[in-house]
């Protein structure tokens, strides 16, 4: 399980949790790692579990896992499929890059702009992107921009729509506006370019709190 630490502590989701809350996070975080649907919380069978077998699984009562739940869904710790299961959007979004960089050395080469490994169009192919043209703008744009092959490989495989595009630059926007980046610790552009998704719809904890300066006391 890839884990960094830098990551881990400069991270507004998690910054603003209390202890216990964290502590829960982080085994649930395992579990999904270890799931046969990596990223995704479901028992071996691709069930999600219920309150009972998660609140032993991670050593609590039942109703403080709820309470922790509700906490971790109000700030958007971790997204939630229609069906109601919980994953990790950046476990999901590394192992979905991983499989195509997986088969793409199956078939000797990189996949082409627009094309999944195996040869065939996607359904989302926008052909008006000049893929490299707006990844060098995206980058241009970012305040530390260290690991630019890592990100271009992550561009490429999450960034195939003017959509996706109009997405990934309202995320760079609320990433910047952050309380996190305004302290001044910034995400190298290589991992951020892994999961930028998770700031597409991003609100600040402290300016929900009502402080426009992002003053607030972390909950």
């Known amino acids: 399980m890839e884990f960094y630490p830098g990551d881990w502590m400069k991270c507004p989701e998690v910054r603003c949790l209390p202890p216990e809350a964290k502590g829960v996070w982080i085994d649930m975080l395992c579990f999904m790692w270890e799931s046969t649907q990596r990223g995704y919380l479901v028992d071996p ?10 609140s032993r699984m991670v050593g609590c009562t039942k109703p403080k896992l709820n309470q922790i739940i509700n906490i971790l869904r109000a700030k958007k710790t971790f997204s939630e499929t229609p069906e109601g299961i919980i994953y990790s959007r950046r476990i999901v979004s590394k192992e979905k890059a991983k499989n195509a960089h997986r088969e793409c050395g199956k078939l000797g080469g990189r996949p082409k702009d627009g094309q999944e490994p195996n040869g065939t169009l996607t359904a989302e192919v926008d052909t ?12 241009s744009k970012y305040p530390k921009r260290v ?4 990100a271009l490989v992550s561009f490429k495989a999450s960034v195939k729509t003017k959509e996706a595009l109009a997405e990934l630059n309202r995320a760079m926007i609320n990433y910047q506006k952050c309380d996190t980046v305004r302290r001044g610790y ?3 552009g ?30």
Do not use: H, M
């Open 186 to 188: 910034i995400q190298n």
């Open 128 to 139: 008006d992107i000049d893929v490299l043209k707006e990844f060098d703008i995206a980058w």
């Open 45 to 54: 069978s691709g069930c999600a579990y219920d309150v009972q077998e998660l």
């Open 190 to 219: 290589s991992t951020w370019f892994s999961n930028w998704r998770d700031w597409v719809d991003y609100k600040d904890p402290k300016v929900q709190q009502g402080d426009p300066r992002g003053n607030g006391v972390n909950i």
């Open 147 to 150: 690991g630019k092959k890592r």
